[in-house]
């Protein structure tokens, strides 16, 4: 029962990686550092936002607006920690 533990955390390793790593590509093309032009750039980006944005738009409709500012990744990240914390604490043993 360990190693489903184990996988099901490190799945959630993975999402959270994704997910800054996405925030993070998002934010180098907004403020044009990299450019979307490039076809693997392009390709690695929409990637990314088909993993990242059906769970973002889902925390997105229950957020406030609050201009420019997203709060949802923030939001989506602390639950995945929450949860596999929740995991840890409470998997039977």
Not at 13 to 41: A, D, E, H, P, S
Not at 64 to 88: M, R
Request: glycine share 4%; aromatic share 18%.
């Amino acid at each position: 029962m360990n190693s489903l533990l184990y996988l099901i955390i490190q799945i959630i390793n993975l999402f959270q990686f994704i997910l800054i790593v996405y925030i993070i590509l998002t934010w180098l093309v907004n403020f044009n550092i990299i450019n979307t032009g490039n076809r693997f750039v392009y390709s690695i980006l929409d990637t990314l936002y088909r993993l990242c944005e059906p769970i973002l738009n889902l925390v997105r409709r229950y957020l406030p607006n609050f201009g420019a500012l997203d709060l949802s990744p923030i939001v989506v990240y602390l639950g995945l920690w929450f949860i596999k914390s929740l995991l840890i604490e409470y998997w039977p043993r």
